[in-house]
């Protein structure tokens, strides 16, 4: 959220948004601004939809947005399939219009639903063509605080729903394990900005 903030956008087109918790969150933190999630999942939308009525859902649109996310998304897409789904996700954007990409990094063990993981090399190989990388950053530290703090939120046991207790570890993980380094990180966070189309 940090990144938004940081940044002035009125449109945002969240691409596999999934049952849309994220639009959701940001359409709390963000009023008055124009928000799409898009998802090939039909499944995945009518969750979202139930969830957040008064937003929209669909999986495709013509629109231009000034801003995007793809939260662990790319891990998804196959290596000969990622240029066209990049040049995709691009007809979509406004001119200069920025983006916050997250995908698992190479350090964490690939997941049988995952073509690839990344790292800093191979992300700004991929995203080359389409994007100019404005800043890339580590997170979602491998520790074993992280890992109590994952069992607290749930496990096999229970899933904790007390509010003042997920917002607490949240705190604590976001002031302790959220910032990692290229060893011990999960995750790739990575702003990055259309690149201009000279004519």
């Given at each position: ?13 969240d691409i596999g948004c999934g049952d849309g918790r994220v639009l959701k969150e940001i359409a709390q933190r963000f009023p008055g601004k124009r928000l799409v999630g898009l998802d ?107 890992k109590i703090i994952q069992r607290l939120l749930a496990n096999k046991l229970f899933i904790l729903n007390e509010k003042r207790s997920i917002s607490y570890l949240y705190s604590l ?27």
């Amino acid at each position: 959220m940090s990144m938004l903030t940081a940044r002035k956008f009125d449109s945002l087109v969240d691409i596999g948004c999934g049952d849309g918790r994220v639009l959701k969150e940001i359409a709390q933190r963000f009023p008055g601004k124009r928000l799409v999630g898009l998802d090939y999942s039909e499944k995945s939308l009518s969750f979202a939809k139930a969830f957040s009525p008064d937003l929209t859902f669909e999986t495709g649109t013509d629109e231009l947005f000034d801003s995007f996310l793809l939260i662990e998304v790319i891990e998804h897409i196959s290596p000969l399939g990622m240029e066209s789904f990049l040049a995709g996700v691009c007809q979509n954007l406004k001119e200069g219009a920025f983006g916050i990409i997250t995908t698992p990094c190479d350090n964490v063990a690939l997941n049988p639903k995952h073509y690839q993981h990344f790292n800093r090399t191979s992300i700004e190989e991929t995203l080359s063509a389409h994007f100019d990388i404005v800043s890339l950053e580590y997170i979602s530290a491998d520790t074993l605080g992280t890992k109590i703090i994952q069992r607290l939120l749930a496990n096999k046991l229970f899933i904790l729903n007390e509010k003042r207790s997920i917002s607490y570890l949240y705190s604590l993980y976001k002031e302790r394990y959220l910032n990692a380094t290229e060893r011990n990180a999960t995750q790739l966070c990575v702003l990055v900005r259309k690149k201009s189309r000279i004519s």
